[in-house]
């Protein structure tokens, strides 16, 4: 394993992060927060509690769900696809190193930040609403394995994407309106029979269900199913991740 | 012995398109040299493949007698290349992008180097700068010290005068006789002649993918340094004058041109006794030029030549 290369990769993004840090951490931290402020403690205080949570409390979990599936997504994929675009990508194909490595590199500084991220605005929710976290373990678990596996979704997004505005597309059009619809507001419970039929083909619900779950114990779906889910998206990025690194597709002429 | 070793190579792009025609090539250790060819002659796939940018589609390359591809991490490690694009980050700063090159070929800190490299490109007061700021020959310079901060036994400069200035050019190939000095390879491409017959130690010729030549430079140039004079004559002639015989001469547009091909390498080119002597014997002229033959004449004769 070559630790010097995967340290100048996972510095380099972790850097740019830094000289950006109002664009990558503050602002999504921001805008997380008006959330909890409107829907939380503004309108939440008028609405009756779900399932023995107060609303504001409820919705903390798919917020912060809801911004780590989008950084971890723009992190890793603005992060390979701009080498691509620059062309700088040349000197990390000629480097001594493994695609594995790279991956480290690349997905490993996304997932960190998004974390980061994701912590941030736990910490921030705290000042405005209060909540507990029954299944600390798990809870960190959901964090990592979420900003890992959406890390990996980003770093194929990069790779596949043709330009920027594509890079944006799915972060905002895909998977912004799959939390909203995903049970980070209300719980599924709420929807008329068929939505919630409906609602299982959403991968987000999973992900919240189950987040919300280490939180406070109440959950849409089994926390069995949520793991299974988010696990077996991680198994099928690792496979395209593999493929695309075994053909050389989008790197390699 | 042999640095770079690479055979029957050939490279066919998705479009169908065939860079690279059953290359065999041998690059000696601590040697320059130079891949000379026209534009799309095949000189950058060649170096992108042996630095693993580019898959080829079969052959073998050794370098440094390590299988480019079956052992890539000690073969690359060995490789600095400086690319013919200037291809730089925009917001890093000059220290940083060298700093992260070193790390990203494996190699620990070591500021004492990169300050070292940076010094020797005239960088050093730029360090600071973000990349976007420098002008095109201190992009190229920074392209340099990235390629030069990993300590490579081999170093590519794909067209480096490509868009340098007189000053630039003159400290580059300073810094590439020293590096010779210290035991460092180095294959650079070009399509100017003059550029290898500066430059180079031995010189390897591609054209359409195809190796045509590979010579030690004063051999080589012999062969190209060839020049042409053209005489325009008043009247045309049949044949040329048999006291005339030793120059060669030819006759051409219809025994109107009488043309005479010499070494311009050589002190004695035999142009004035040649003149003295179409004096003599009234051999009147309207006009007269003479030219070096160009790259391209120059390929087709070497192809012509297999």
């Known amino acids: 394993m070559n630790f010097n290369s995967i340290s100048a990769i996972y510095s380099f993004e972790v850097a740019r992060a830094w000289r950006t840090i109002g664009q990558t951490i503050a602002a999504p931290v921001v805008s997380t927060c008006l959330y909890f402020i409107v829907f939380g403690t503004a309108i939440g205080s008028r609405m009756g509690s779900i399932e023995g949570v107060s609303y504001a409390a409820f919705i903390i979990p798919g917020l912060v769900m809801m911004s780590l599936l989008t950084q971890s997504i723009s992190n890793a994929s603005f992060g390979i696809f701009f080498p691509r675009f620059s062309g700088t990508i040349f000197e990390v194909l000629s480097a001594p190193i493994s695609y594995f490595e790279i991956l480290l590199g690349y997905v490993g500084a996304a997932a960190s930040k998004s974390l980061i991220v994701g912590l941030l605005i736990l910490i921030t929710a705290r000042l405005f609403v209060d909540y507990n976290i029954q299944h600390p373990f798990w809870m960190i678990t959901f964090l990592i394995l979420t900003a890992v596996t959406f890390s990996l979704f980003g770093f194929i997004l990069g790779i596949v994407a043709n330009g920027f505005d594509q890079l944006q597309v799915v972060p905002l059009m895909i998977i912004t309106p799959l939390a909203f619809l995903g049970g980070t507001f209300y719980s599924i419970d709420m929807l008329p029979p068929f939505w919630q039929t409906v609602t299982l083909f959403n991968p987000v619900v999973y992900l919240v269900s189950g987040f919300r779950w280490s939180f406070y114990g109440i959950s849409d779906v089994s926390i069995l199913t949520s793991v299974s889910m988010i696990s077996l998206f991680l198994v099928g990025c690792v496979l395209i991740v593999w493929q695309i690194f075994a053909t050389g597709y989008r790197l390699k002429d | ?306």
């Open chain 2, 1 to 306: 012995m042999s640095i770079i070793s690479i055979k029957q190579l050939s490279k066919t792009y998705a479009s169908g398109f065939k860079a690279l025609k059953n290359i065999n090539l041998e690059i000696r250790a601590g040697e320059i040299f130079a891949l000379l060819g026209p534009n799309g002659a095949g000189k950058t796939t060649l170096i992108s493949i042996i630095c693993g940018i580019v898959s080829p589609s079969s052959g073998e390359v050794l370098a440094g007698g390590h299988n480019i591809i079956s052992e890539y991490r000690a073969a690359r490690s060995k490789i600095g290349l400086v690319p013919q694009e200037l291809t730089t980050d925009a917001f890093e700063s000059v220290w940083s992008t060298v700093n992260f090159s070193r790390g990203l070929f494996g190699k620990p800190k070591d500021h004492a180097h990169v300050e070292k490299v940076l010094r020797q490109l005239s960088l050093w007061d730029k360090k600071d700068t973000r990349l976007r700021a420098l002008s095109g020959g201190m992009k190229r310079r920074v392209l340099i010290a990235k390629a030069l901060s990993h300590e490579p036994e081999i170093l590519f400069l794909d067209e480096p005068s490509a868009g340098v200035d007189v000053e630039l050019r003159r400290d580059m190939w300073n810094m590439v006789r020293e590096l010779r000095e210290s035991g460092v390879t180095i294959i650079l491409t070009t399509h100017y002649i003059e550029e290898a017959e500066e430059i180079a130690d031995r010189i390897g010729v591609i054209n359409g993918g195809e190796i045509i030549i590979v010579e030690e430079k004063t051999e080589l140039m012999q062969k190209l340094g060839k020049k042409e004079l053209r005489l325009q004559l008043k009247t045309a002639m049949t044949k040329v004058p048999d006291d005339l015989f030793d120059y060669n001469l030819n006759l051409e547009a219809d025994g109107t041109e009488l043309v005479y091909s010499f070494d311009a390498k050589q002190e004695h080119t035999g142009i004035a006794e040649l003149l003295r002597k179409l004096y003599k014997k009234d051999i009147d002229f309207k006009d007269l030029n003479s030219s070096k033959s160009s790259l391209e004449e120059i390929f087709v004769e070497l192809v012509k030549e297999q």
